[in-house]
């Protein structure tokens, strides 16, 4: 019974090297590049501006099917392809397409009316005067407001660069 | 046999001149790309460098551009048309502020809307470190368009692609 199952160990970590052993690992190559290439992309997260949601040095993988077959709602986190195939944002959508967005001391406001917004944890004293979100545009704004506005990178983004959504 | 000599001296002489004919004469994507090779070789700066290389490499940066190079940044205040002798002194300036430099391109995509045009899209990425002990790590998206002059690919003009617009 022993000499049994230390040979089937055996065979699973010391497989023989057959032509369909071969063929089975040149599959699972071929797939795994293609899916965390196109469909799963992993990320590294490097920065504080979605900060307590998500932390710098984080791992996560975005989503590229998430918006398929719909298009991003507020209060998603999405990301943002920022230059090439490699470099991504990760910012929450707080406008869509046609609304006016503003800070007031700190507090949003989506056409005129104070936007709830429980994953920001920080106090903030940000103004931004109103501006309209373009057509086929969403507005993303990262989490962490605590620092100066002019050192938080935000602000609208073309459907175009919505590359997906992070896994968890 | 002597055939099968003949023939077989004959692709190896076919794929000699097939191999020379890609080294040295390089495509013209080939050609537009080595100038970001050139570009970020001459950009780079080290802590330990001397007031000859830095001047041969202001100049060899000076080499690269047009008569006229167009800016547009919208971040900073360095949109506008630069002469070649605006854009050394700025290399100067620049580079001055930096005791450790370095220029990475890549994701380099080439295409050829008019004859000696030619249209880049790519990823740069500048790291280093300030006189004043700073680190630098930015990356962004350019878009870049080169003149073929006298042979020679050259910047014409530089735009930095605005992602999220406030």
Redesign the interface.
């Known amino acids: 019974m022993n000499s049994k199952v230390l040979g089937k160990v055996r065979q699973f970590f010391f497989p023989p090297l057959t032509t369909g052993f071969f063929i089975r690992i040149f599959l699972i190559a071929i797939t795994a590049y293609l899916f965390f290439s196109y469909i799963c992309l992993p990320l590294q997260i490097k920065g504080n501006s979605m900060e307590p949601t998500y932390r710098s040095r984080g791992v996560n993988f975005c989503w590229r099917l998430r918006y398929l077959f719909s298009k991003p709602k507020r209060h998603d986190v999405v990301v943002?392809?920022?230059?090439?195939?490699?470099?991504m944002?990760l910012?929450r959508v707080v406008g869509l397409e046609g609304e006016r967005v503003e800070f007031r001391d700190g507090k949003l406001f989506v056409n005129g009316s104070p936007l709830e917004e429980p994953y920001v944890r920080h106090p903030c004293n940000w103004n931004?005067s109103p501006?309209k979100v373009d057509n086929d545009c969403v507005y993303?704004v990262g989490d962490n407001r605590s620092m100066p506005i002019e050192n938080h990178?935000?602000?609208?983004?073309s459907m175009e660069?919505i590359m997906g959504g992070p896994l968890w | 046999m002597v055939k099968m000599k003949v023939l077989v001296i004959a692709l190896l002489i076919v794929g000699v001149g097939l191999l020379a004919a890609f080294l040295f004469f390089p495509s013209e994507e080939k050609k537009v790309k080595k100038r970001f090779a050139l570009l970020s070789e001459q950009i780079s700066k080290e802590p330990t460098e001397n007031p000859f290389v830095m001047a041969n490499k202001i100049k060899g940066i000076t080499a690269l551009f047009g008569e006229n190079c167009n800016f547009t940044v919208s971040d900073y205040s360095l949109s506008g048309n630069y002469t070649r002798q605006e854009i050394s002194g700025i290399a100067l300036r620049g580079r001055a502020h930096f005791s450790n430099l370095g220029l990475k391109c890549y994701d380099l995509k080439v295409s050829f809307p008019e004859k000696d045009f030619a249209h880049v899209n790519l990823t740069a990425r500048l790291t280093g470190k300030s006189v004043y002990g700073e680190q630098v790590d930015e990356t962004r998206e350019l878009l870049c368009l080169l003149k073929k002059i006298e042979k020679k690919w050259l910047f014409s003009s530089f735009e930095v692609i605005e992602v999220l617009k406030r």
């Open positions: 943002v392809r920022f230059a090439g195939t490699k470099v944002l910012k931004l501006r993303v990178y935000f602000g609208q983004a660069r």
